[in-house]
């Protein structure tokens, strides 16, 4: 289970709880948050999360698009809760969106995330894949104009 980090103490929370009624381990990212688990192995950051969400059969994490991304990515199946303490709602259009193009289960409460986590296990999500991109190229084009004026 990833927060990103910032943390998000309620998921975590409750995380650790449902961890007793889990059939697999549970591994959580606090990130910066201050509830530290008592049931499951848990760590702040690390340099990398790819290593936790390639061992992991069913990623929870918050609605952060970096962390969802990662775990669409490796092709996990992946419940995700938008974290109520950030300043706007672009997580909640994120979620809402992934889970309207097929590609995750967004629990909109954490009082049901133990229900989300046992749908998520029956679901077939849509694959995703990372849109090919020349951003960066435009953006080099742009910055190269600049320099040169």
């Known amino acids: 289970m990833a927060t990103g ?7 975590v929370e409750e995380m650790d709880q449902l961890s ?3 059939a697999e381990p549970v591994t959580i990212q606090v990130g910066a948050g201050d509830y530290l688990p008592k049931r499951t192995r848990h760590f702040r950051f690390d340099a990398s999360l790819e290593p936790y969400l390639r061992d992991a059969d069913l990623v ?18 992946l419940v995700a809760v938008a974290n109520p303490d950030r300043y706007d709602d672009h997580q909640q259009d994120i979620l809402t ?3 309207a193009e097929g590609f995750l289960l967004y629990c909109r409460s954490l ?7 046992r749908r998520a296990r ?9 849109p090919e991109t020349s951003i960066h190229l435009r953006i080099g084009e ?8």
Do not use: N, W
């Open 5 to 11: 980090t910032t943390g998000f103490d309620d998921l």
């Open 20 to 22: 007793m009624s889990l």
């Open 60 to 77: 929870v994490a918050h609605g952060g698009l970096a962390t969802c991304m990662e775990a669409l990515a490796l092709g996990k199946p």
């Open 97 to 99: 969106t992934l889970e």
């Open 111 to 117: 009082d049901g995330l133990g229900d989300a986590i």
């Open 122 to 130: 029956q679901v077939r999500f849509r694959p995703y894949t990372r």
């Open 142 to 149: 742009y910055l190269s104009a600049l320099g040169g004026k």
